[in-house]
Every structure is written in structure tokens, then in C-alpha cells.
């Protein structure tokens, strides 16, 4: 398959990439800054340089033609700004969504975060990437052209994966590395009855091939 990752530089994009370069597939990243290309071809994947802030939807949509999937796993990262909360975390994943529609790419998978909440209440700048990111998430679960999925890990860590997880639609709060993420990404790829579910993901007890075929009721 031919996989075009949104934030195809962060951590979790990395791995994924990785994950998906020795299964065999294709992987694509979106960067903003060309000086990460070396990084992602490392990783087995494409760079393509496109940024989403100022991107048009005909710009993404073509960068997006002939893929068998979309992983939003951009985010404005930690230390930016409320604005940046909504143009990247809430704008990008809308803008990414309409490229995938227009595309024709039906299988839609965003990394979101728990606790996302469009009508979460606060002050802080975690409080506005909560309701970003859960705006973006209502968008994704209105579209009917897009077999999506939403996951929402736990607080990451940069711990080993152990390939052990909790992937429910409620899992209550706990944390999750990275590369189980990943893991965890790469097999909902593959396991196209998670198409309309909304996961919650923790460390736990399940070995991720396991859990995520018991949420695709398989």
C-alpha cells in the first residue's frame, strides 16, 4: 500500500514509517521543512515538502493521488501557541480530510489524544489543543466519503515498545510509548473493520495484533 502520513517527521511518523518500509508498503511524509528529507528517506519513506498551514486543498489532494491511505499524525507540538493549536491540530487535520476526499483516499486514520474534546472547558494552551483536536475529530466522524479512524493514545513516552496494549473505546487515562503507537498505527492499516471507531490506547496486557482485531469484532 501506498501510506501518506501528515507530520511525516515527528516521532510517531518516524516509527511508523519504519514499521511500514519493512512490510513492504509505501510510505509518503508530509514535512514542512525540506532539511528532514534525509531523516524520512532513512526511514524507508518519501519526503514531500508541503506545508499544511498554507497549503490549498487542490495542493494536498495531489500530493494524496493514487494512495490507499491518510494518517493525520501532524501536530503544532509542544510549546506553540492557541493559534497554532487550531491552524495546525484542528485546520490541518479539516484541510487533510477534505485532500483525502477529494483524492478519492478512503481509508483515513488520525492520531488525536485523549481526552479530546471540542467543548472541552479552559484556559490553557492544552485546553485549546483539546478542543482542536476534538473539532478535527468531529469533522473526520461526519464524512461519509472517508473509512476513518480516530486513535487517541495515552500520555506517550519515548519508553521501548513492548507490543502490549489496551485498545478500547475506553481504556481510562495511562501511558503509551511511542513505539506501540506506531505498532498499533501500522496494524489498523491493515484491519480495515476499525474503519468507524473511535479507540482509546494505553500500555496493557494485549499484544497489538490481538487487540486490534477484538475491536474489529474479527
Excluded at 478519492?104 to 478542543?131: C, K, N, P, W
Aim: aromatic share 2%; proline share 4%.
Amino acid at each position: 500500500m501506498r501510506i501518506v502520513i501528515a507530520g511525516g517527521h515527528g516521532q510517531i511518523a518516524l516509527r511508523l514509517e519504519r514499521l511500514l518500509s519493512a512490510a513492504g508498503h509505501e510510505p509518503a511524509g508530509l514535512i514542512r521543512n525540506p532539511e528532514q528529507a534525509d531523516d524520512l528517506r532513512a526511514a524507508g519513506a518519501e519526503p514531500v515538502v508541503m506545508d499544511l498551514e498554507s497549503a490549498t486543498v487542490e495542493m494536498v489532494a495531489a500530493a494524496l493521488q493514487g494512495a490507499d491511505a491518510a494518517v493525520f499524525a501532524a501536530g503544532a507540538g509542544p510549546g506553540s501557541s492557541v493559534g497554532r493549536k487550531d491552524t495546525v491540530d484542528r485546520a490541518a487535520a479539516v484541510l487533510f480530510a477534505d485532500a483525502a476526499e477529494r483524492a478519492g483516499v478512503r481509508r483515513y486514520i488520525v492520531v488525536s489524544s485523549m481526552g479530546a474534546d471540542s467543548t472541552h472547558q479552559g484556559d490553557e494552551v492544552f485546553d485549546a489543543y483539546l478542543r482542536a483536536k476534538g473539532a478535527a475529530d468531529d469533522s473526520v466522524r461526519a464524512r461519509e466519503g472517508l473509512d476513518w479512524t480516530v486513535l487517541r493514545p495515552g500520555m506517550l513516552t519515548n519508553d521501548a515498545g513492548k507490543g502490549l496494549v489496551s485498545l478500547e473505546a475506553s481504556t481510562g487515562r495511562g501511558p503509551i510509548p511511542r513505539d506501540d503507537v506506531a505498532a498499533v498505527l501500522a496494524e489498523l492499516l491493515e484491519t480495515p473493520g476499525t474503519a468507524g471507531l473511535t479507540l482509546e490506547l494505553i500500555a496493557g496486557s494485549t499484544p497489538v495484533t490481538v487487540a486490534t482485531k477484538a475491536v474489529a469484532g474479527e
